[in-house]
């Protein structure tokens, strides 16, 4: 009788089991069908990301070279602290982390060209020729700071003595960079 008992319980447990293993494989099937539906809504986002991924040399923004002004420019465009531009010119240095930010040749002197969070652009550039697009800043660095930067720059005396004028800073967030 024990022994019965025993074996009409056993069965029971394999029947829930079975039970439980049926509704585990019908939801991964479930699953897998509502997957495969958005595979392929995702092919079409992927697609769309992709054209812009293999645009050649083009990084962040699909732009073009298009009435792109050289940087020696760059000052004659503001009419207020901030302007859309489009500009080209010689990459001078990249950030090596993550390639973030590049720097633009600017007569004697660099400007300093932000990417936006959603791109970067290749650690390998520096001498290359770059086209770029995006909001540039400019802010008046007066006479005390800028005596200040090249003090902890170890400037000469006399080149601190020198810096009797305040000068603009500019910056460019660029939204879309050609590289060539």
Request: glycine content about 4%; aromatic content about 6%; some cysteine.
């Amino acid at each position: 009788m024990l022994k019965m008992l025993l074996l009409t319980q056993e069965s029971d447990n394999l029947m829930l089991n079975s039970s439980k293993l049926l509704v585990l494989l019908s939801m991964i099937v479930l699953v897998v069908l509502s997957s495969c539906e958005n595979t392929s809504q995702n092919k079409a986002v992927d697609k769309s990301t992709e054209a812009i991924a293999t645009a050649p040399n083009n990084y962040g923004a699909i732009i073009t070279k298009d009435n792109a002004k050289e940087m020696i420019v760059l000052p004659s465009l503001f009419t207020t602290d901030t302007v859309q531009v489009k500009m080209t010119g010689k990459v001078m240095e990249v950030c090596q982390h993550s390639g973030c930010w590049l720097t633009v040749a600017y007569g004697d002197e660099e400007i300093m060209v932000n990417m936006k969070d959603e791109f970067s652009v290749p650690k390998n550039i520096s001498g290359k020729t770059v086209w770029f697009e995006g909001i540039a800043y400019r802010e008046l660095v007066d006479v005390e700071t800028l005596k200040k930067i090249a003090t902890e720059s170890r400037k000469t005396q006399a080149e601190i003595d020198a810096i009797t004028q305040p000068v603009y800073d500019y910056t460019i967030i660029a939204n879309g960079v050609i590289v060539e």
